[in-house]
């Protein structure tokens, strides 16, 4: 991103990061052209090269832009429940109400995972691990000094099963595999659950994993 970019209104700087983050979920990085972005975002191929050195800083922009909507989703909803399993719920419907908002910025992080990216996960994906890991450390954490599950659970093995199932429920909310796929676990003969019921789902599953409501700790 260069100087003149961060120049523009904020508004300005939304929308061509929207209309850039249209163009990778739908094309992926690879298909997408900065044509393609310039028509999006109503600009000129000149203009373009001015706000971004090429493609890559483009797209590097873009998925920055949705971790910081993501990043700040989280620390609001964190603070915003009583109960580990309360906190749980929060922290998922607030990710499936954010993918309904900025569902392109959710399908680029997605993937993200495809071995077609791995130039580019590592780095890219670290700060959402490392917000991942701070922000259900602190959950287990917090709820251990409440008496509210076992002292002794081994805390970096919960976050990452935890950090794993939002992992999962994302991937779920936007591609038509992983939705199936979560489906053909709870499933009746009709349908698979809501996106609601997800949340009520993977709840369940967090409780079971820390022992909340097993017994005295």
């Known amino acids: 991103m260069q100087e003149t970019f961060k120049k523009l209104p904020p508004k300005r700087q939304k929308e061509i990061l929207d209309a850039a983050a249209g163009v990778f979920a739908e094309k992926?990085?690879?298909?997408?052209?900065?044509?393609?972005?310039?028509?999006?975002?109503?600009?000129?191929?000149?203009?373009?090269?001015?706000?971004?050195?090429?493609?890559?800083?483009?797209?590097?922009?873009?998925?920055?832009?949705?971790?910081?909507?993501?990043?700040?989703?989280?620390?609001?909803k964190a603070g915003e429940s009583e109960s580990f399993p309360e906190a749980i719920e929060t922290l998922f419907e607030g990710l499936r109400r954010f993918t309904r908002r900025h569902r392109p910025y959710v399908e680029i992080w997605v993937d993200l995972s495809s071995c077609s990216m791995n130039r580019?996960?590592?780095d890219l994906s670290a700060r959402v691990e490392a917000e991942g890991r701070r922000l259900f450390r602190g959950l287990i954490e917090e709820a251990k000094k409440k008496g509210e599950i076992d002292?002794?659970?081994?805390?970096?093995?919960?976050?990452?099963?935890?950090?794993?199932h939002m992992t999962l429920f994302t991937y779920s909310l936007v591609s038509q595999y992983h939705r199936k796929r979560?489906?053909?676990?709870?499933?009746?003969?009709?349908?698979?659950?809501?996106?609601?019921?997800?949340?009520?789902?993977?709840?369940?599953?967090a409780k079971l994993l820390v022992g909340w409501g097993t017994g005295p700790v």
Not at 38 to 54: D, E, P, Q, T
Not at 151 to 164: E, F, I
Not at 192 to 204: D, I, M, N, R
């Open 120 to 122: 580019y996960a590592a």
């Open 182 to 205: 979560f489906s053909a676990f709870f499933q009746d003969s009709r349908r698979g659950p809501s996106q609601k019921e997800k949340v009520a789902l993977v709840v369940e599953s």
């Open 28 to 76: 992926g990085y690879h298909r997408a052209s900065t044509p393609d972005i310039c028509n999006r975002a109503r600009i000129s191929n000149g203009a373009l090269y001015k706000y971004f050195r090429n493609k890559e800083a483009i797209y590097t922009s873009v998925l920055n832009h949705g971790l910081n909507l993501m990043t700040e989703m989280f620390r609001k």
């Open 151 to 164: 002292a002794s659970l081994n805390t970096d093995l919960a976050t990452y099963a935890l950090d794993c």
